[in-house]
């Protein structure tokens, strides 16, 4: 059974940093492609960060986040600097598989960034 379990969510004053994490069980890691969204109050999800199996990134606003990944621990993170208020969302993790297409959703964590 596959599972996404997210960590590192919380509160920050603006120009503050978070990390989030996201350790998959269940899957071959190494093999999915990932993705970081948000969903602001009353909004639809939003691509944040995304990061290919073979280590391709692209980002949606790039110079505040960096997206990683840890295949030898099953983890994905989002590693957030200067943050604004306007980026106070719930953050879901994403997976893709490569090979399957096959994709999973995080529960969501949420953030909150007070000006």
């Known amino acids: 059974q596959v599972q996404l379990v997210e960590s ?3 509160s920050v004053q603006a120009g503050g940093s978070l990390t989030l994490s996201c350790t998959a069980s269940g899957i071959i890691f190494s093999v999915y492609h990932l993705a970081w969204y948000r969903a602001a109050s009353g909004n639809q999800r939003e691509l944040v960060a995304q990061l290919s ?3 391709m990134i692209n980002y949606a606003d790039s110079g505040r986040f960096t997206i990683s990944r840890d295949n030898t621990k099953s983890t994905m993170y989002l590693q957030m600097n200067n943050l604004k208020p306007e980026d106070s969302a ?3 993790c994403y ?3 490569s090979r399957t297409q096959t994709t999973w959703w995080g529960p969501g964590t949420l953030i909150t960034v007070s000006s």
């Open 95 to 97: 997976i893709r598989s």
């Open 8 to 10: 590192g969510g919380g």
């Open 90 to 92: 719930v953050y879901y």
């Open 53 to 55: 199996f073979d280590e």
